[in-house]
């Protein structure tokens, strides 16, 4: 009997201490497992640069008098555009021929981004530009579009903040590896120093600002800094989107069925 109650108290023994290895494990099933590891929590992604639009005004004189304009220059809007004139009395003459103005803004801002134009081929009809004759040029909330023929233009104004955004997302890829890119333009030191840079997108030109300071700066006047583009040399304007056409829009060039559609 003695060695029967020698085992007895052995096997109590093993079983007290295993449920104490198993209490030190604390709460995981009561089953004395080790505690199942969670998964590595993935890192998040570097965010990417957020871009801001700001409309590029590419005349530095009053387009009613031809004063240039100064720190006192006034905005003013007609016709929802965006005018800057030499004073308040030039609003007036803006007003009443409205029309003719927003013409004569329209071949500045055309002028101004053609440099800068990232898309080969029409946005409407996927046909390469400059195949048809000139291409048939207009602007759209303030951004030059370039398509392959008059045909196409009432699909672009029906579908403009598609086209538009296409034209800028296209800009702002093809210039993001430009050396002009990598320098805050009014610092003029490395834009990422202080991490993602903010990008803005002035017209069709991008630039990349590298602090809040900066970025104010070229807020309240952009065109200080703006850089030249280099690109192709501007053509003469014939009026918004004609280029050198010569006929109405609905005519369409050879384009089978785009005109009027």
Same mark, same amino acid.
């Given at each position: 009997?003695?060695?029967?109650?020698?085992v007895?108290?052995?096997?109590?023994?093993?079983?007290?201490?295993?449920s104490?290895?198993?209490?030190?494990?604390g709460?995981h099933?009561?089953?004395?497992?080790?505690p199942v590891?969670?998964?590595?929590?993935?890192q998040?992604?570097?965010?990417?640069?957020?871009?801001e639009?700001?409309?590029?005004?590419?005349?530095?004189e009053?387009i009613v008098?031809?004063?240039t304009?100064?720190?006192?220059?006034?905005?003013?809007e007609?016709? %929802?555009?965006?005018? +800057? =004139? @030499? !004073?308040?009395? *030039?609003?007036? #003459?803006?007003? /009443?021929? &409205?029309?003719?103005?927003v013409k004569k803004?329209?071949e500045a801002?055309?002028?101004?981004?053609?440099?800068d134009?990232?898309?080969?081929t029409?946005?409407?009809?996927?046909?390469?530009l400059?195949?048809?004759?000139?291409?048939?040029?207009?602007?759209?909330d %303030?951004?030059?579009v +370039? =398509? @392959? !023929?008059?045909? *196409?233009?009432? #699909?672009?104004r /029906?579908k &403009?903040?598609?086209?538009v955004?296409?034209?800028?997302?296209?800009a702002?890829?093809k210039?993001?590896?430009?050396?002009?890119?990598?320098?805050?333009?009014?610092?003029?030191?490395?834009?990422?120093?202080?991490?993602?840079?903010?990008e803005?997108?002035?017209?069709l030109?991008?630039? +990349?600002l @590298?602090s809040?300071?900066c970025?104010?700066?070229?807020? /309240?006047?952009?065109?200080k800094?703006?850089?030249?583009?280099?690109?192709?040399?501007?053509?003469?304007?014939?009026?918004?989107?004609?280029?050198?056409?010569?006929?109405?829009?609905?005519e369409?060039r050879?384009?089978?069925?785009h005109?009027?559609?």
């Amino acid at each position: 009997m003695s060695n029967v109650r020698r085992v007895s108290k052995a096997l109590t023994a093993i079983c007290l201490f295993s449920s104490l290895l198993a209490a030190q494990h604390g709460g995981h099933g009561g089953q004395g497992k080790d505690p199942v590891k969670e998964p590595a929590k993935e890192q998040p992604a570097k965010p990417a640069a957020k871009l801001e639009v700001i409309a590029s005004y590419p005349l530095k004189e009053c387009i009613v008098s031809g004063e240039t304009l100064g720190d006192d220059a006034v905005d003013v809007e007609v016709a %929802g555009r965006r005018f +800057r =004139l @030499c !004073c308040k009395d *030039c609003k007036a #003459k803006l007003t /009443k021929d &409205a029309d003719g103005y927003v013409k004569k803004l329209d071949e500045a801002i055309r002028a101004s981004q053609r440099a800068d134009y990232p898309l080969t081929t029409c946005p409407i009809s996927g046909e390469e530009l400059g195949g048809m004759g000139d291409p048939f040029e207009l602007v759209l909330d %303030g951004t030059l579009v +370039r =398509l @392959c !023929c008059g045909g *196409c233009e009432k #699909k672009a104004r /029906k579908k &403009a903040a598609e086209v538009v955004a296409k034209v800028r997302n296209e800009a702002r890829a093809k210039q993001a590896g430009s050396e002009e890119a990598k320098t805050c333009p009014v610092c003029r030191k490395d834009a990422a120093r202080n991490g993602t840079p903010q990008e803005v997108l002035l017209g069709l030109h991008l630039v +990349r600002l @590298c602090s809040k300071d900066c970025l104010e700066a070229f807020r /309240k006047d952009p065109m200080k800094y703006r850089q030249p583009a280099k690109g192709p040399a501007s053509r003469p304007d014939k009026g918004e989107g004609h280029g050198d056409h010569g006929k109405d829009p609905g005519e369409g060039r050879g384009h089978g069925g785009h005109g009027g559609s």
